[in-house]
């Protein structure tokens, strides 16, 4: 009788859970975000240097986060924050050993590996996957997948999902990034 309980409990759970994040990602699909996003498309280059970012999560309320830096040839790309960005994330995760500073003072961080793929959530678009799953990154940050899209020239949309189980993912928001 108790492991009947247990299973009750468990599965409970498990409904509720993917109940709450099923919702989170139909109430930020409702966003006019999403409707550019599907107007985007890969552009004819990938993106190659700083992208200056705009955070479009949390009421769109300014964040330490600055943007994304690519490296097209090498598929790869890191985010930079703030100098108050990079110490509150430092004090957060004190084993992640590839935070550094760059010349002005910023902290990069949280590398990534770019790919072009059919979209998680809005296939049959293509998107450029910007994908976290590395060991050298925090679990925190590798169940993140980003993906982007260009909207006007250098400009892109991405949106942000969050592995909340493996192979189940909620759209948590967007982000925009234009070429500084």
């Known amino acids: 009788m108790l492991i009947l309980w247990i299973l009750l409990a468990i599965s409970f759970f498990a409904i509720v859970w993917f109940s709450f994040w099923s919702l989170v990602t139909f109430s930020v699909q409702q966003s006019s975000y999403q409707k550019e996003f599907l107007e985007g498309k890969i552009p004819a280059k990938p993106p190659n240097g700083f992208y200056r970012g705009t955070a479009h999560v949390l009421f769109d309320k300014q964040t330490p986060w600055l ?3 690519f490296d097209s040839a090498k598929n790869l790309g890191f985010n930079l924050f703030t100098p108050l960005g990079g110490k509150m ?3 957060m995760m004190p084993l992640y050993k590839r935070f550094s500073r760059n010349l002005d003072g910023n902290t990069n961080a949280f590398y990534f590996k770019t790919r072009t793929e059919p979209a998680l959530k ?7 996957k910007l994908d976290y799953d590395s060991v050298e990154n925090p679990f925190l ?3 993140i997948l980003d993906e982007i899209v260009e909207v006007a020239p250098e400009q892109y949309l991405g949106k942000i999902h969050l ?3 493996p192979g189940f993912y909620s ?10």
């Open 122 to 128: 809005d296939a049959p678009l293509n998107v450029i």
């Open 141 to 143: 940050i590798r169940v």
């Open 163 to 165: 592995k909340v189980f």
């Open 67 to 69: 943007g994304k830096s």
């Open 89 to 91: 994330l430092k004090f």
């Open 171 to 180: 759209t948590i928001g967007y982000f925009g990034l234009k070429k500084a």
